[in-house]
């Protein structure tokens, strides 16, 4: 025992104790196992379990580790002992024996049945000796020599069950076997013992029963009276009656340890499927277990952290102080919780809420301790997130009354400066002015604590520009400046020590060149969120400046007349839209005075019912009524829904009216009543018509040149023929002239008729015969296409008036194609293919002819824009119509530049136009929409690819007259 090598033994496997003891499972093992267990090697004890320590010290506090083996052992048994050591480090398997034992402190000989083998552990031979105490045993055999009587007191009072079997069959059982199984003494004596076990488990127990000549434990099943089965841990002894060889058998009900282990199992399982990171480390915080949560989360192999210390996941941004403070807590055996950063063995940051406890034995000592971790990433982000709109929100509050209370430059200011101390964190802030000979003016400024006296850092500033104010100057954006890299003269430098940083922020209002300073006292995180903030700042700020303008402005406006300024009220009141809101059950409990003069009502409407008074007309001026309740029940998406009505003024003139109705709804979400909404529109209405005429008459005029050119040919040749046709005449009338002369004077001459021949032809009468006809023919053509055009001409300026009719579609579109063709004729062929059997059309045939001219037009200009790039470009330009679903479609297609994807959804917006400035209103396809879309019922679809061409698909319900 006291010899250095046991010593040098003992000291060096200390580690590999330390490391067997990090098996858990193990540990509680043979901790709860009612059984002695000793590990040795070289005679010296490394591991005692709490049952041997107590069977053999009487003190469970004290193990037996360090004592020799043979400490132990009785003295009669040592040579025993002596010689089985000696075999089973030679390797060899020896017998299990009864032997007695010592208790240290008491020398009380202990009777055991000890079994020992040796085990390779850590490349070591080591002997591993299990041993039970059989005192009560022996007790129980020596009373069962003295007294049947004391013996079946005992054996029947024992904790476990007990089974004496002879020559396979029962012969005796005790009570708590009876409780055991339900069979009672009569019901299973002289049984065999076969009845106890399943078939499986019959084989298993035989062969145990064969070999096992010592005490030794063997779980299986046994079968109960009911013939349901449970759990069993068998003792044996073997002892002899005469030469019967008798087995006793003590059986332990280990039902509740089976479903422990079980549970002990699900926990297992349940840890290491943990949606959380979970670490076990031993009392000096090296890692000794991790899930494989923990892996994902860090990035970590388990082999990469055994035995390492968690503090390789430390990033550097959580403060010491929390690592403190959670050491400190779990020592002294307390629970902590806390949020904090780490880092990935890839190197990225992430946040991790990590709760630490203690696990301790059954007298209260630490033993390890667990931590669970939780990837918190994506909390912080909202949580930074909410701080910062709660911030903003705050922020806004805040100026927001700022706004309202001032009344002067200085006023803003301060209140500004106050906002970011106090409510953004801000140390001190300055507000100040830059002129144009770049020097400082200080407005105002705010400092919370007086640590040393404001008047120092506004002499500070306004004797030592800084860097950073001009370049915010410069570059009208925030600026920072962080002390340890200023550049010399800056205003962080050694008279400002108390700071870290100084923030420039610009103020943008007209051309003021006005700045605000804010000095923290800790280095500021520059990042997007507080830029953000700084930048509302900086736009509330600048609004307070317009404010203030205005405000100013306002009241010398107001000094100057009061009353012009109530005059403008007035007047400000009585514009607007008519308002309108009822209750749930109809009755009117609002209406303005734009409301009241629309409709020409009073104020003694209100609290009367809404469908008493109010009403309106549709188009063919029938009196109705409308429904606000109807509207917003179909509304769905809880959109406003509109419609246009008609009312006649006191003057008994036709108004239009758009109106529009939407719900009320209470602080409790609940539907309490209806807004109604009516605005005039018949001036809109108006302008609308009219810029849809100016538009119809700029086409026109457009196509006026072109025009008069087509019209100009035909009447070119007219007037051709028309003088030839008069010298014609002026020939003919000669020609009968000389005819008659020399028929007077040469009547009775021979050669009369030669003379007449040789006038003939002196006159060309024959050439004149023969073109006179066909002069006659082109004038009549010429005179037929001037009219045409004309008829067309009239055609397409002829108006529909207010009222739609059956109109015949390929009409208009053909008459738009004459009139339109100066536009086209020189890029493009246009060519028509129109259903002959096309139904008429209920529409304002003269706003489809604006749109068709529009079409064209927009094609013509389309291809030539594509043969500027190519001028080998054929333009082609398509038009047909035909009938699909009760609705008329006409596709207008052209070859021409296409229309870029990233504008196609603009090209119906008013006043958007991709001509040159001079060369488009923007207004064309605007009109195409409106009266497609809004006056007929239809749809506008288009598909085009550049540089190939452009298809419009106009779809046009067929209408009903009725």
């Not at 009208?476 to 100084?502: A, P």
């Not at 129109?834 to 529009?854: A, E, K, R, S, T």
């Not at 333009?875 to 009760?886: E, F």
Request: aromatic residues 10%.
């Amino acid at each position: 025992m006291e010899n250095t090598e046991q010593d040098n033994n003992l000291q060096l496997n200390e580690s590999e104790i330390k490391d067997l003891r990090k098996n858990q499972t193990l540990l509680d093992f043979f901790n709860r196992i009612n059984a002695g267990i000793i590990i040795y090697y070289s005679r010296v004890i490394e591991y005692s379990n709490p049952f041997i320590n107590l069977l053999l010290n009487n003190d469970i506090e004290q193990s037996l580790v360090g004592k020799s083996i043979l400490d132990i052992v009785a003295d009669d048994y040592k040579d025993l002992a002596n010689n089985r050591i000696n075999r089973l480090e030679m390797g060899e398997v020896v017998e299990t024996i009864e032997e007695t034992l010592v208790n240290i402190h008491t020398n009380e000989k202990i009777e055991v049945i000890l079994s020992a083998s040796p085990i390779i552990l850590y490349n070591r031979r080591r002997i591993i000796v299990v041993i039970y105490d059989i005192r009560d045993r022996k007790k129980a055999e020596k009373a069962v020599k003295e007294s049947e009587a004391k013996y079946r007191t005992l054996i029947d009072n024992a904790s476990d069950g007990i089974v004496s079997i002879m020559n396979k069959r029962i012969v005796y059982v005790n009570k708590r076997f009876e409780k055991m199984t339900q069979y009672n003494q009569d019901e299973i004596k002289d049984k065999g013992f076969h009845i106890l076990f399943n078939t499986e488990e019959l084989i298993k127990v035989t062969e145990y029963f064969k070999i096992s000549t010592e005490s030794s434990i063997f779980e299986t099943e046994i079968i109960k009276k009911d013939k349901t089965t449970f759990p069993v841990e068998w003792n044996l002894a073997e002892y002899y009656i005469g030469t019967e060889r008798t087995l006793l058998v003590f059986i332990r009900d280990i039902t509740q340890r089976k479903s422990n282990e079980m549970q002990m199992r699900l926990l297992s399982q349940t840890v290491e499927h943990s949606p959380n990171a979970i670490t076990i480390t031993d009392i000096n915080g090296f890692i000794i277990y991790v899930n494989r949560k923990f892996t994902e989360l860090t990035g970590y192999s388990t082999e990469e952290v055994l035995n390492k210390n968690p503090r390789i996941l430390k990033s550097g941004l959580t403060d010491n102080k929390v690592y403190k403070e959670l050491w400190d807590c779990i020592k002294n055996g307390k629970e902590w919780e806390g949020d904090i950063q780490n880092r990935t063995k890839q190197g990225s940051i992430y946040w991790e809420r990590m709760k630490v406890s203690s696990i301790k034995d059954l007298n209260g000592n630490i033993l390890y301790f667990i931590a669970f971790k939780e990837n918190i990433d994506e909390k912080k982000k909202h949580e930074v997130q909410m701080l910062y709109k709660n911030l903003n929100l705050k922020m806004l509050s805040e100026c927001y009354l700022a706004l309202l209370n001032a009344d002067e430059e200085n006023e803003l200011g301060f209140s500004f400066c106050e906002i970011a101390v106090n409510t953004l964190g801000f140390k001190l802030a300055v507000h100040i002015k830059v002129n144009d000979e770049v020097e400082i003016n200080i407005i105002s400024s705010y400092l919370k604590e007086n640590r040393e006296s404001i008047q120092k850092f506004e002499n500070f500033i306004i004797n030592n520009l800084n860097c950073s104010i001009i370049e915010a100057l410069n570059t009208d954006s925030i600026q920072v400046c962080k002390k340890d890299t200023v550049c010399s003269g800056c205003s962080l430098s050694q008279d400002m020590k108390i700071f870290e940083s100084l923030i420039v922020v610009p103020i943008k209002v007209y051309s003021i060149n006005t700045i605000i300073l804010l000095y923290s006292d800790k280095v500021y995180e520059f990042n997007t969120e507080n830029v953000k903030l700084l930048k509302e700042f900086s736009n509330y700020f600048a609004l307070g400046y317009e404010i203030l303008s205005e405000k100013k402005e306002r009241i010398r406006i107001e000094s100057i007349n009061s009353i012009e300024k109530e005059k403008l009220r007035i007047i400000l009141s009585s514009i607007g839209d008519g308002v309108i809101t009822i209750d749930q059950q109809s009755q009117i409990t609002f209406i303005n005075t734009a409301a009241l003069s629309i409709l020409n009502l009073t104020y003694d409407i209100i609290g009367k019912n809404y469908f008493e008074f109010i009403y309106f007309y549709n188009e063919i001026d029938e009196k109705i009524s409308y429904n606000p309740f109807d509207f917003i029940d179909l509304n769905l998406n809880n959109e406003n829904v509109k419609t246009k009505y008609f009312f006649y003024d006191e003057n008994n003139k036709r108004r239009v009216l758009k109106i529009a109705s939407f719900k009320i709804i209470d602080e409790n979400n609940n539907f309490a009543g209806i807004v109604i909404s009516i605005k005039d529109i018949t001036k809109i209405e108006k302008i609308e018509s009219q810029i849809a005429l100016s538009q119809k008459m700029e086409s026109v005029g457009q196509l006026a040149a072109g025009i008069a050119h087509e019209i100009n040919t035909p009447m070119q040749f007219v007037g051709d023929n028309t003088h030839f046709l008069k010298d014609a005449f002026d020939s003919f009338i000669k020609y009968i002239k000389v005819i008659e002369d020399l028929g007077i004077e040469f009547c009775q001459d021979i050669n009369y008729k030669e003379s007449i021949n040789k006038n003939r032809e002196f006159h060309d009468i024959e050439y004149l015969l023969n073109e006179v006809p066909l002069a006659l023919d082109r004038t009549l053509v010429g005179i037929d296409r001037v009219r045409k055009i004309v008829l067309s001409m009239k055609s397409f300026a002829h108006s529909s008036g207010k009222s739609k009719t059956l109109s015949n579609i390929n009409q208009g579109i053909e008459v738009t194609t004459v009139i339109s063709k100066n536009e086209w004729k020189y890029v493009a062929e246009l060519t028509t293919d129109l259903d002959g059997n096309l139904p008429l059309v209920y529409c304002y045939l003269d706003q489809l002819n604006q749109v068709f001219l529009n079409m064209i037009v927009n094609s013509a200009h389309a291809i030539y824009e594509m043969q500027k790039k190519n001028s080998e470009h054929q333009g082609l330009i398509k038009i047909s119509t035909r009938t699909a679903n009760n609705e008329v479609i006409i596709s207008i297609e052209d070859n021409g530049i296409g229309i870029n994807p990233e504008i196609i959804d603009r090209i119906y917006d008013p006043f958007f136009t991709t001509k040159e400035v001079g060369k488009g209103t923007g207004q064309g396809l605007a009109i195409v929409h409106d009266i497609i879309v809004n006056k007929h019922g239809g749809r506008v679809d288009v598909e085009s690819i550049v540089n190939q061409g452009t298809k419009f698909i106009i779809s046009l319900p067929i209408g009903d007259y009725k």
